[in-house]
């Protein structure tokens, strides 16, 4: 099964939750963990979130001052759901994705995993992106597995050097290999810049 085909039906399944229940709780709790790394690093401007699902980490976001978001999904049930929440998105392909504008911050939280090839996906958000914009991304710890997961992951990372080899040439600005889990995670910010990719600022 091809990645798209099994992310669709994720995303299939997480319509249904959200339908029968609202918001997942680990994803409530997500968003509020990561929401102020975004707030600490990212400018007050345009942000762009791939694999936006219905737009909630942009409710969290707007508590921190933000208000500017752009969401992108597989999913066209999930972007009518954006939609509705007035929110504006569209359905794309991080592979392929193509928009008008570039943006001043770009979030992939539980993306890259669900993706087949990474170093395309990153070099494609390289390109969306300002000149000193941010990126927080985010994957889940996961050892190698033959073949996608049940959880629709066609890449797996258990350190962050995993992570680094498809970072291309962003600048590190900060990084975590692990939350307080479960779900244990490998987290960074990066940012498009002129600098050298090795001047890493904080770990």
């Known amino acids: 099964m091809d990645y798209k085909t099994a992310n669709l039906k994720?995303?299939?399944?997480?319509?249904?939750?959200?339908?029968?229940?609202?918001?997942?709780?680990?994803?409530?709790?997500?968003?509020?963990?990561?929401?102020?790394?975004i707030a600490k690093y990212f400018d007050k401007g345009s942000i762009l979130d791939v694999g936006c699902k219905i737009g909630s980490l942009f409710d969290v976001l707007k508590e921190y001052g933000f208000h500017d978001f752009y969401g992108v999904d597989l999913s066209p049930q999930l972007i009518d759901h954006l939609n509705e929440r007035g929110y504006k998105g569209e359905v794309g392909d991080i592979l392929r994705l193509k928009l008008p504008n570039e943006y001043d911050g770009v979030i992939l939280s539980h993306v890259l995993e669900h993706c087949d090839n990474p170093k395309?996906?990153?070099?494609?958000?390289?390109?969306?992106?300002?000149?000193?914009?941010?990126?927080?991304?985010?994957?889940p710890w996961q050892k190698?597995?033959?073949?996608?997961?049940?959880?629709?992951?066609?890449?797996?990372?258990?350190?962050?050097?995993?992570?680094?080899?498809?970072?291309?040439?962003?600048?590190?600005?900060?990084?975590?290999?692990?939350?307080?889990?479960?779900?244990?995670?490998?987290?960074?910010?990066?940012?498009?810049?002129?600098?050298?990719?090795?001047?890493?600022?904080?770990y």
């Not at 390109?127 to 985010?138: A, D």
């Not at 996608?148 to 498809?166: I, K, W």
């Open 144 to 202: 190698p597995q033959s073949g996608p997961s049940s959880g629709g992951h066609f890449t797996y990372f258990t350190s962050f050097n995993d992570l680094n080899q498809y970072l291309g040439d962003f600048r590190i600005l900060w990084k975590q290999e692990q939350f307080p889990g479960p779900p244990r995670c490998i987290s960074c910010v990066l940012q498009k810049s002129d600098r050298p990719k090795c001047a890493v600022d904080w």
């Open 120 to 139: 395309k996906a990153m070099d494609n958000i390289y390109s969306l992106l300002k000149l000193g914009g941010k990126v927080y991304l985010e994957v």
């Open 10 to 37: 994720l995303a299939d399944r997480e319509i249904g939750i959200i339908k029968r229940s609202g918001i997942n709780n680990n994803e409530k709790i997500r968003h509020q963990r990561i929401a102020p790394v």
